[in-house]
């Protein structure tokens, strides 16, 4: 069955970096765009960045832009997130999703979906 598991989360303070991992399985992996997602308590559920198969196009929130960078490794089935200069408003549940189908064009996150169980990350300032 498909699985994605986070991993990387922790509690810091503003400034730090952290850097959040997520293994798939269960299904090809090289055939999907991938994304993570974020989560803040009393928040709805919103996109931070995304990933083309190749690897060679990213899309970025606008509030982690030049701070976030997103990778993956299809020989590893890992998808990663390098998160740098951390503020209090990033604390949230990270999570990363699949989606059907590459993602090149338009900047938006609809169509994710299969979600992993998440990894909190916590900023002090």
């Known amino acids: 069955q498909v699985q994605l598991r986070e991993s990387g989360g922790g509690s810091v303070q503003a400034g730090s970096s952290l850097r959040l991992s997520c293994l798939a399985s269960?299904?090809?992996?090289?055939?999907?765009?991938m994304g993570w997602f974020r989560q803040a308590p009393g928040k709805e559920r919103e996109g931070v960045a995304r990933?083309?198969?190749?690897?060679?196009?990213?899309v970025y929130a606008d509030s982690v832009l030049h701070r976030f960078f997103i990778l993956r490794d299809n020989a590893k089935n890992t998808l990663t997130l390098q998160m740098n200069n951390l503020k209090p408003d990033d604390t949230a549940t990270y999570y990363c999703?699949?989606?059907?189908?590459?993602?090149?064009?338009?900047?938006?996150?609809?169509?994710?979906?299969?979600w992993g169980q998440g990894t909190l990350v916590t900023v002090s300032s």
């Open positions: 999703a699949r989606k059907s189908g590459n993602c090149v064009g338009g900047a938006g996150f609809e169509g994710f979906g299969d």
């Open positions: 269960g299904f090809t992996f090289n055939s999907y765009c």
């Open positions: 990933v083309s198969i190749s690897g060679g196009n990213t």
